[in-house]
């Protein structure tokens, strides 16, 4: 029957009774139905599936289907190993993916290094303590878990950075899925660590919830390696790649850094700056020197207007009344990372799944009026953040978007006494 059904052979309408079956597979493992069952008929009626299809059938269950991202989350573990074994090789004729400093060779070997650590020296640890917990091997596997941590610069830079691109090309359901799952990678871990270090979970726990992140860790590279990648190559251009790969660095690595950087045959002639750089001249007004901005009580050349913003002791972000990235400031230390892909997304697709709810009420409360400013203070590491949402309108109430304000005020909050004149 798959012969049937094989969209490259038969077009759109096969594709779609295709994707109609993918969805209905999916939707009986939701209503409680054992793997065993629905792999026997995933096996029998499809066959091969390639990754564009289970990125729209994922769309599909949260968008057309009304199925929550939490759910998609559930599942995804379950069909994942049912196309685990069918889902196709996707070949490239170049190859660019192979080549060292590319994005997704330094994915691949980041996870090459995760997987060391979490299938050999985490495993082997765990079992040492499965046979005789010990204050010795808690702090081996202490240390694991700290050098663990690492994942958050592999998943941030997911996030940030590859998860924008791929929703411009209207692909959503596997990122917000994905990002829900490394949130809850990156919470196992965390709580599985202050669990061991104040020895408050017997071991019984403890090597229950060991086991699930080595099982959710492997899960997770199968998934970026077998769908999220291979997708990502069939729809990113060469330019989006570099792109990638040039603002990588601001984010960082994990466990291990490109052997060099990535020079493509074909160099981009534009770099991302000068782009902007002559839209922004493009853009003034007559009367105002080229490369000149006017404001109210003064005019600034563009170097001295962003030399400005970038030296505030603070992290500015802006997004419009629609709800998108436009502007944030790049100061030498920022304290949460921000990459040029953010911009033009909305700013939902720039948190997890599970606060974007949070997200929409404060902007819901902002455009109503109901609130100009809401703030937040959050310990992080050695930093106290202070965290502030204004409301920017114009002059006559109109609602013209929301300024982000984050300051570490760890250092203001130890001053003490008085500095009147410089010493």
């Known amino acids: 029957m798959s012969e049937l059904i094989n969209n490259r052979e038969y077009g759109a309408p096969e594709q779609s009774r295709r994707q109609q079956m993918l969805k209905e597979i999916i939707k009986e493992l939701h209503q ?4 065993e069952e629905v792999k026997a008929r995933f096996e029998e009626a499809v066959g091969d599936v390639t990754v564009t299809e289970i990125s729209a059938m994922e769309h599909a269950l949260m968008d057309e289907e009304g199925i929550p991202v939490e759910e998609v989350q559930r599942l995804c573990s379950v069909h994942t190993a049912i196309f685990k074994g069918s889902i196709e090789d996707i070949h490239r004729s170049s190859k660019p993916e192979e080549q060292p400093g590319h994005p997704v060779h330094t994915f691949k070997l980041e996870n090459r290094e995760i997987e060391r650590l979490v299938n050999f020296k985490l495993q082997l640890h765990l079992d040492k303590y499965r046979k005789a917990p010990s204050s010795e091997i808690v702090y081996k596997l202490l240390e694991d878990l700290n050098l663990l941590m690492d994942l958050d610069k592999h998943y941030s830079r997911k996030e940030n950075l590859l998860f924008p691109y791929l929703e411009k090309y209207g692909i959503y359901g596997p990122t917000k899925v994905m990002w829900g799952v490394d949130d809850g990678i990156r919470m196992m871990i965390k709580e599985t660590k202050g669990k061991l270090a104040d020895g408050s979970a017997d071991p019984e726990t403890i090597v229950m919830d060991l ?7 492997n899960e997770m590279i199968f998934k970026e390696e077998n769908i999220l990648l291979p997708m990502a190559l069939e729809k990113l251009t060469e330019d989006e790649w570099v792109s990638i790969a040039r603002e990588s660095d601001q984010i960082g690595f994990c466990l291990t850094a490109p052997e060099r950087e990535w020079i493509p045959e074909r160099v981009p002639l534009q770099s991302l700056g000068e782009e902007e750089e002559g839209t922004a001249q493009a853009g003034t007004e007559a009367g105002v020197p080229q490369g000149y901005v006017k404001f109210e009580t003064s005019v600034l050349s563009m170097e001295q207007l962003e030399a400005v913003m ?7 972000t802006f997004i419009d009344e629609n709800d998108v990235v436009r502007y944030f400031s790049h100061g030498k230390e920022r304290i949460f990372a921000r990459t040029k892909a953010v911009i033009g997304r909305t700013v939902q697709n720039c948190h997890p799944p599970q606060s974007v709810h949070v997200v929409n009420q404060l902007l819901e409360d902002f455009k109503a009026g109901r609130k100009d400013v809401e703030d937040f203070w959050i310990p992080v ?3 106290f953040v202070y965290i502030r949402y204004f409301a920017v309108r114009s002059e006559d109430g109109r609602y ?24």
């Not at 409680?32 to 793997?35: E, F």
């Open 32 to 35: 409680g139905k054992s793997v």
């Open 211 to 217: 086991e699930r992140i080595i099982k959710e860790v």
């Open 310 to 316: 970038n030296h505030l002791p603070v992290d500015l």
């Open 381 to 383: 590491k050695d930093k």
């Open 400 to 423: 013209l978007g929301t300024l982000e304000f984050t300051q570490n005020i760890a250092p203001i909050r130890e001053l003490q006494g008085q500095k009147r004149i410089l010493s």
